[in-house]
């Protein structure tokens, strides 16, 4: 198996087999644009679940319990603060998570009391209480922001100076963008808690995001550096080339991350409970996978879609067209090339892009 997919690896990259990715870009937008609504829904309704950091209010934390019974954590808490909406979650295997609105000092020590008393522990040591003041979590909230905005400013200089091109840059931010919306649409989808670790989870897959969308991108620009100067291939086609020699790389790559943060969900979400592991697992397992999607399928076509509104280009791609249409027509046959470049008569239609090999077959 690991020779043959070696073999497949090989092959994609030399050209022999490839996959028309950036002629297909129509389905891939279709495919982004309907999970981008979706998560948009989903934000609107249910909408983002914020934790304690940022909406505030007192936390009790009840450990070392023998019945894990929320509902009598929750008739607990109402005995004393009837008006309380308690957010009760089960901690690892014998501890219990209450979460209120902010309550006063003495709510506080009658709740922490009541708690003890209920599940007959200790008070001095297996019922702790915490406040958190909504202020913390506006300025949390206000720091995330501004750190997203300024990755993306510079995420757009160095893109463009890097690669001289700031189509590349703009379609990097629609890829970052997608990431981020589908990963925090998931997010209010599945009613988690959103924590300082969320968040800090959603910074995180911007940096693999950006990482995997420069390396197929630094491909591309080799790739496409002399499109003008031969009459061979087009621009979409070169760079379909170049997304399928960095296919294979990107697939091991995300497999390798993929592992071990699955683990990490799996045991925050199904042995410790809600808590640190399980907000930035979460976050990272939807949006490396959502990354690697956009690498692969988004931001090269929407980099070919607005390259190629260029006239240069779109003349060169014209011309191109012609001639291959041509030399069908006038029964030459097919161009003779290694990988699946073989234009078939009445295939040639402006605007439509097969995929490219790597070198033409040299006749001996």
Excluded: C
Excluded at 13 to 38: M, P, Q
Excluded at 53 to 73: I, P, T
Excluded at 125 to 132: A, E, K, L, R
Excluded at 168 to 190: E, K, N, Q, S
């Amino acid at each position: 198996m690991a020779a043959g997919f070696a073999q497949w690896g090989n092959d994609l990259y030399t050209g022999r087999r490839s996959y028309d990715i950036v002629g297909r870009r129509k389905i891939w937008f279709t495919i982004s644009s309907i999970l981008v609504i979706l998560s948009a829904i989903f934000l609107i309704k249910p909408g983002l679940n914020p934790g304690i950091e940022f909406r505030g209010g007192s936390e009790f934390v009840v450990s070392g319990v023998a019945d894990q019974d929320q509902q009598l954590a929750a008739d607990t808490v109402l005995k004393v603060a009837p008006d309380e909406q308690p957010k009760i979650t089960t901690v690892g295997g014998d501890a219990l998570r209450v979460q209120t609105s902010t309550l006063t000092n003495d709510q506080v020590e009658q709740v922490k009391g009541a708690l003890a008393t209920a599940f007959d522990v200790p008070e001095a040591t297996n019922v702790t209480s915490s406040f958190i003041g909504p202020s913390w979590g506006a300025d949390i909230s206000k720091k995330a922001i501004t750190g997203i905005l300024v990755f993306l400013v510079f995420v757009t200089i160095v893109m463009t100076i890097y690669f001289r091109n700031w189509r590349m840059a703009v379609a990097a931010l629609l890829a970052l963008f997608h990431d981020l919306i589908i990963t925090v649409g998931v997010y209010a989808a599945v009613g988690w808690e959103v924590t300082p670790a969320t968040v800090i989870g959603f910074l995180t897959i911007l940096g693999y995001s950006i990482y995997d969308t420069v390396v197929v991108f630094d491909k591309v620009r080799e790739n496409t550096a002399d499109t003008l100067d031969q009459s061979r291939y087009t621009y979409a086609e070169k760079a379909n080339l170049a997304v399928n020699q960095t296919l294979v790389r990107s697939i091991n790559t995300s497999v390798v991350a993929l592992l071990p943060v699955s683990a990490i969900l799996f045991v925050g979400a199904f042995i410790l409970g809600p808590g640190t592991l399980r907000d930035i697992a979460l976050a990272l397992f939807v949006g490396m996978l959502i990354g690697t999607f956009s690498s692969i399928f988004l931001a090269t076509p929407f980099e070919v879609t607005l390259r190629e509104r260029e006239p240069a280009l779109r003349a060169h791609t014209a011309k191109i067209l012609q001639a291959r249409a041509a030399r069908v027509a006038g029964g030459e046959g097919e161009p003779e090339l290694v990988g699946p470049v073989h234009v078939a008569a009445g295939a040639l239609k402006p605007g439509s892009h097969q995929g490219v090999a790597a070198q033409p077959k040299r006749k001996r």
